[in-house]
């Protein structure tokens, strides 16, 4: 059955982040500051790095990429929440709903990919100094920046295939301030255990594998901080990576969080809150 036929709803409504009218200024006002600042910064980052040939190297390139998956995540996500404080009701388009559904699943799947090869990035830096430049050739940065957006794809394909081909029936008020998974599911009139087992097992490999490669590589990366005879050169390899760590502890903590759990022990109206975390606030975290 075609996708356009699984569903006799035109458009949703989203609930928005508050119900409370007297909320809906200030709470506009705020993100917007957040989304301002994490315009700036990331497009700012991505035109230093762009212009400045001191910094082509394969730490750069990566963050290069990070920012600009954060400024797309962001501009996917944040102007329709901050329509939805100003706006009698929040309404999107059946195929505006899946169109950020697939840029949602796709920027967040390539973050955590994106994350891990940073990582990896750092764990060759620091442990494997003298062969830093053979090790991260440009040909390699390339393929790994192909794994991650191809990741992406492959997550968002998963995710939004999974959701076009459920039914929603009368009801059309997603309780969330963007079209997510987890509301779309509970929306759903014939959503059964395989499209949350689908849903599972696809965010298990898109946190799963960026962790288990983060934890490896800064594994061998405290091992060898320890191993540095001077201070300073234990404080400046700890500076290196702390905002790093910094960013992949509130991108992963809040998304498994938000999804590797029974809906009833974190209720949706809380899981908007964690949300909050990885579409928002982590963005603002690279400059």
Not at 25 to 37: A, E, H, R, S
Not at 63 to 76: G, H, M, P, R
């Amino acid at each position: 059955m075609a996708a356009e036929n699984s569903t006799s709803v035109a458009e949703f409504i989203l609930a928005g982040l508050t119900d409370q009218p007297g909320l809906r200024i200030p709470l506009f006002f705020l993100f917007l500051g957040f989304y301002v600042v994490n315009v700036v910064g990331n497009l700012g980052l991505i035109t230093l790095i762009g212009l400045n040939s001191h910094l082509h190297t394969a730490m750069y390139f990566f963050l290069f990429n990070l920012s600009f998956i954060d400024f797309s995540f962001s501009t996917a996500i944040v102007p329709k929440m901050l329509m939805g404080f100003v706006s009698e009701e929040n309404i999107i388009s059946y195929a505006g709903c899946m169109t950020q559904l697939f840029f949602f699943c796709f920027f967040v799947c390539s973050e955590s990919f994106i994350l891990s090869a940073m990582a990896y990035d750092r764990y060759i830096a620091i442990c494997k100094p003298l062969r830093y430049m053979v090790t991260m050739s440009p040909q390699v940065c390339l393929l790994l920046l192909l794994g991650v957006y191809g990741m992406g794809v492959s997550g968002a394909v998963a995710h939004t295939g999974n959701i076009m081909f459920l039914t929603f029936c009368a009801d059309n008020l997603v309780n969330h301030y963007m079209c997510d998974i987890l509301p779309l599911l509970e929306l759903s009139c014939n959503s059964s255990y395989i499209n949350l087992l689908v849903v599972f097992i696809v965010v298990t490999i898109g946190i799963g594998v960026p962790i288990v490669t983060i934890f490896i590589s800064y594994g061998f990366i405290l091992s060898s901080i320890l191993h540095i005879s001077s201070s300073e050169g234990r404080s400046k390899a700890f500076s290196t990576c702390s905002s790093h760590i910094i960013v992949v502890s509130l991108f992963f903590g809040s998304g498994a969080f938000m999804y590797l759990k029974p809906p009833s022990i974190l209720p949706l109206d809380q899981g908007k809150v964690s949300s909050l975390f990885y579409t928002i606030v982590v963005p603002m975290f690279n400059f």
